[in-house]
């Protein structure tokens, strides 16, 4: 299709370069976590792992964006490096020009820069990827690495990436100066189905489009994270091989492919807790009630819910004292954020009038006469989303989804007006 044909300025998800827009979800946030804790432990080392597509090089390009100018870093991919390709990959990324140099003389060259930086600024940072594909000679490299220090803590920060699990190869006798280091494993785990809805609509609207439903329908976004287990490497390939396939909008479902999917790194017959990984927490749940009475229990699956009286509304509350569109949800990778809408009689968490609120587990939200409860044991805090760039994201994307809502009432309208007019004329 045509991208122009559906309102989009550029293609929403490519395959090579920068992407369209940044979206955070839960395993990238813990991911930059771990990655920032690495560089701030004195004898940081890290493991980074998850399979193809899994949004590992996405996650280290924006964390070395996010570092000061100062810090030296080098990213190397490793696979099928040797010794001396190893070395001499690391130093021409810390700015060396390099004749042919022995192994012992390119490790030197490593040490006394890593020692210099870490003395007068602080430890460089060395990002190997596609580690589990070193060659071994290359692996006791990094060990040798891994020794050099200052003043009793690391010269050299190190972030080792995999596609495989990497601690059978840490194990091993050999790795024994990696594995006396090792300060965090981390393991990416796939995008929950509100994360990869909010992903695919940011990608579609910093692209051009204005009526997000108009290209991917949220059932379409729901199907597109089933085809692709929630990794977002896999999703943006098979969205955008969606979007060449339409030939009118909106697309359907049945022109999603659905590929073989990797397995977690974790996977290897053990828990996800018993390798260190983290494990992404379960969806928020709403009890609606009135009077005492329990309504209906719903998983807030979506990345934005709208509550209101009208029937248009993912959360339709029929009451006098709600407005149209009363109030929003919006998830924001494992926050839950309530706006209100500038309803007429206001929105109430806890008997206390909001307009912005960070919800946190049991939270009691009262519009009307209706209460709906918000139960997430994950949420104990509500600092979590403070902040005006948040503020200014999620009012963004409340006024796309209210005129999104607006345009089908509006359409809903005009087609039952028709109708009458149409039936009007018969009987004549």
């Known amino acids: 299709m045509d991208l122009a044909a559906a309102g989009l300025k550029e293609q929403p998800f ?15 946030q813990q991911a930059l976590k771990v990655l920032n804790a690495t560089r701030e432990t004195r004898n940081g080392l890290c493991l980074l792992q998850g399979p193809a597509l899994s949004g590992k090089s996405t996650i280290i390009r924006q964390f070395v964006e996010a570092l000061p100018g100062d810090v030296a870093i080098a990213v190397v991919d490793g696979n099928r490096l040797n010794t001396t390709g190893l070395l001499e990959a690391i130093l021409r990324q810390f700015g060396y020009v390099l004749e042919y140099s022995s192994i012992s003389e390119l490790l030197a060259m490593v040490r006394v820069f890593a020692v210099q930086q870490a003395s007068s600024l602080e430890a460089p ?44 190869i840490i194990e091993s006798a050999p790795m024994e100066g990696i594995r006396k280091r090792l300060t965090h494993d981390f393991h ?29 329908p949220t059932a379409v976004c729901t199907a597109l994270w ?42 290897d ?44 509304n993912d959360i339709p509350l029929e ?15 494992s926050a839950t954020f309530l706006m209100d809408l500038n309803s007429t009689n206001g929105t109430f968490v806890n008997s206390k009038r909001i307009s912005n609120y960070v919800l946190v587990h049991d939270d009691v939200i009262t519009i009307g006469h209706h209460h709906i409860k918000f139960v997430d044991p994950h949420a104990t805090t509500r600092s979590t989303l403070d902040g005006d760039q948040f503020a200014d994201t999620a009012i963004m994307k409340t006024l796309d989804d209210m005129r999104r809502l607006l345009a089908q009432e509006n359409t809903a309208i005009l087609m039952a007006q028709s109708d009458d007019q149409a039936s009007s004329g018969n009987q004549s």
Not at 226 to 251: F, H, M, N, Q, Y
Not at 289 to 309: A, F, P, V
Request: charge should be neutral.
């Open 14 to 28: 490519p395959t090579h370069g920068k992407a369209t827009a940044t979206v955070q979800y839960w395993s990238q």
């Open 125 to 168: 940072i060395l990002v190997v990827e596609n580690t589990h594909a070193l060659n071994p000679s290359a692996l006791r490299a990094l060990c040798e690495l891994a020794d050099f220090n200052v003043r009793g803590k690391s010269a050299l920060k190190m972030i080792l990436v995999s596609d495989r699990p990497l601690m059978h």
């Open 188 to 216: 990416l785990h796939p995008m929950s189905s509100a994360d990869a809805i909010d992903y695919l609509q940011s990608k579609l609207q910093a692209a051009g489009s204005s009526i997000l439903e108009f290209i991917f």
């Open 226 to 267: 089933r085809a692709s287990g929630g990794w977002p490497g896999i999703l943006d390939r098979l969205a955008l091989l969606t979007l060449a396939k339409v030939e009118t909008l909106p697309a359907s479902i049945d022109l999603i492919e659905k590929p073989m999917l990797p397995k977690g790194t974790w996977n």
């Open 269 to 312: 017959g053990l828990d996800p807790a018993a390798t260190g990984a983290s494990v992404p927490p379960d969806l928020p749940s709403l009890h609606v009630s009135l009077n005492g009475d329990t309504l209906q229990e719903m998983t807030l699956e979506k990345s934005r819910m709208i509550i209101g009286r009208s029937e248009h």
């Open 319 to 333: 009451s006098k004292f709600i407005s149209r569109h009363h109030a929003m949800l919006v998830r924001h990778g």
